[in-house]
């Protein structure tokens, strides 16, 4: 496996995948060079959507595809906003709106544990019938108001206990280490590695 699209349009994960794949000697092209459309993203599930769109991506391109789907599942709230994190207070998108709404339904809740969650799928060609899964979870809490300039999302209100920040306080190079989606990567790269080693 030389190059794999990316079946997503932002930059952000294009720069920390490409980087985290170069040691293996694959190249990471975003799907947005060969036009790709977004992916419907219908299912209750994180690894449903992922795989949807890695399958998505694939398809449109004949390359590998690496997809990931992430959010915030709040306990007291029965795992949501889960996979409609991004639009938990409807369209158009708003972190703003969505961190508003957010504080509303946990208004008075005593329980206020949480955790950013990532599933990342990897396809070898769209009808793979075995994909690289890989998922992380980030452990936190949920403040009664945002703390932190940095990040974006639910991260000025996502209290990492051990360290007494937010995920919007914590300066990047150590959120890349510590987040669901770096322990997600470092699953992946095992799981790439091994297969590099078998072939």
């Known amino acids: 496996m030389k190059q794999l699209v990316l079946a997503s349009g932002n930059a952000g994960k294009l720069k920390e995948l490409s980087a985290l794949l170069a040691p293996l000697g694959i190249e990471v092209l975003p799907q947005s060079a060969f036009n790709v459309s977004e992916a419907e993203e219908p299912h209750p599930s994180f690894v449903e959507n992922a795989l949807a769109k890695a399958r998505h991506a694939a398809r449109a391109t004949g390359l590998p595809a690496l997809a990931d789907d992430s959010g915030l599942c709040v306990d007291a709230l029965g795992g949501a906003p889960g996979v409609l994190s991004a639009r938990f207070a409807g369209e158009p998108k708003s972190d703003a709106r969505n961190n508003a709404l957010l504080l509303e339904r946990l208004a008075g809740e005593t329980r206020r544990g949480a955790r950013f969650y990532c599933a990342l799928v990897l396809v070898r060609h769209a009808d793979d019938p075995q994909p690289l ?26 209290l990492i206990p051990d360290l007494e920040q937010t ?23 095992e799981k790439l590695q091994a297969e590099a080693d078998l072939s």
Do not use: M
Request: aromatic residues 10%; glycine residues 12%.
């Open 167 to 189: 995920a919007a306080q914590v300066p990047a190079e150590l959120k890349n280490v510590l987040s669901h989606r770096a322990s997600a990567f470092r699953q992946l790269l």
């Open 133 to 158: 899964i890989a998922c992380g979870e980030w452990r936190g809490e949920i403040l009664d108001a945002a703390r932190g300039q940095g990040g974006f999302g639910y991260d000025p209100l996502f």
